[in-house]
């Protein structure tokens, strides 16, 4: 499925990589993906790519990917 749409990437700016303050991580398994692109289209910081990956330099571990999954296939786990 080929996905189109109008968004920004994360740059670095006044809040430098917010992923440096992050306490949860989102972490997708793919095997449980059902490729719905609701993480994609719900991240408020643009970190999820069209291929579904993660930029975890940006990511602020806000939870709303995984909040927004309907096959519960992002976990929030704890930074160490
Ligand atoms: S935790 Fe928040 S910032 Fe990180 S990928 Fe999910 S929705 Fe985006
Ligand atoms: S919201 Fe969940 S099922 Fe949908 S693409 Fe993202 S990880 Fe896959």
Redesign the pocket.
């Known amino acids: 499925m080929k996905v189109k749409m109008a968004i920004s990437y994360p740059t670095v700016g006044a809040s430098g990589r917010t992923g440096d303050w992050?306490v949860?991580?989102?972490v997708i398994n793919q095997k449980l993906c059902i490729h719905c692109y609701n993480?994609y289209v719900?991240?408020?910081?643009g970190?999820?790519s069209p291929e579904l990956g993660?930029d975890y330099e940006?990511?602020?571990?806000?939870?709303?990917?995984?909040n927004e999954c309907p096959s519960k296939a992002?976990r929030?786990v704890k930074e160490e």
């Not at 719900?42 to 910081?45: I, R, S």
């Not at 940006?58 to 995984?66: E, L, N, S, V």
């Open positions: 992050r949860f991580r989102p993480c719900f991240c408020p910081e970190t999820i993660v940006y990511c602020k571990g806000c939870g709303i990917c995984a992002i929030m």
